[in-house]
């Protein structure tokens, strides 16, 4: 992960405020929920369903039975389902 060049402290109820250019950048609206991915060093922060469930890919998303998946996986499920 690179820095993003911004310092946040948590607050007392655990909260942190995610600098406005970030938001901006990352296309985060009030009430959007942001799903938390885990590192070995930290936490990422993603726009919920904006990333492929299997992979975490961002690129050629579509719609598997309600859920948001990549192209490339959707193939492997079609060809597992063979
Ligand atoms: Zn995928």
């Not at 885990?38 to 961002?58: A, H």
């Amino acid at each position: 992960m690179k820095p993003a060049g911004f310092l946040c402290k948590i607050d007392k109820l655990g909260r942190i405020v995610i600098p406005k250019p970030l938001r901006k950048k990352y296309d985060f609206d009030i009430d959007d929920t942001i799903e938390l991915f885990t590192e070995p060093d930290g936490i990422v922060l993603k726009k919920y369903g904006m990333s492929c469930i299997f992979c975490s890919n961002s690129d050629n998303l579509t719609e598997f039975k309600g859920k948001t998946v990549c192209k490339d996986c959707l193939e492997q499920i079609k060809k597992s389902s063979d």
